[in-house]
Nanobody
Framework: QVQLVESGGGLLQAGGSLRLSCAAS????????IGWFRQAPGKEREFVAA????????SYSDTVKGRFTISRDNAKNTVYLQMNSVKPEDTAVYYC???????????????????WGQGTQVTVSS
């Protein structure tokens, strides 16, 4: 019932910045945890960042910690991923996902998320 739509992907140079958006429809993000994952060609999908909608607790992978920031906008029912100082290895399809989190917990496990967006391509040139 939760429909997730990612946007904001594109082509940029190393060192640049980009902000991805994940908008929900059909169901409010209230009582949900939101995660960002990415998958590069020939590689498995990996965790990027997550946030608890109600409590605002965040978690980041070591690869992006200090460069990426996940945030939420309650009024717009939207979660953002601010990507700064991007690197070529950040190139991937980025997916937004949602999971039920009635106690405001966060999870880095892909199998914990039951709702997924279509993905948005981010390409970083050298």
């Amino acid at each position: 019932q939760v429909q997730l739509v990612e946007s904001g992907g594109g082509l940029l140079q190393a060192g640049g910045s980009l902000r991805l958006s994940c908008a929900a429809s059909g169901h409010s993000f209230s009582s949900y945890g939101i995660g960002w994952f990415r998958q590069a060609p020939g590689k498995e999908r990996e965790f990027v960042a997550a946030i608890s909608w109600t409590r605002g607790i965040v978690s980041y992978s070591d690869t992006v910690k200090g460069r990426f920031t996940i945030s939420r906008d309650n009024a717009k029912n939207t979660v953002y991923l601010q990507m700064n100082s991007v690197k070529p290895e950040d190139t991937a399809v980025y997916y937004c996902a949602a999971r039920a989190a009635p106690f405001g917990s966060v999870s880095v496990g892909e199998d914990e998320y039951g709702y997924w967006g279509q993905g948005t391509q981010v390409t970083v040139s050298s």
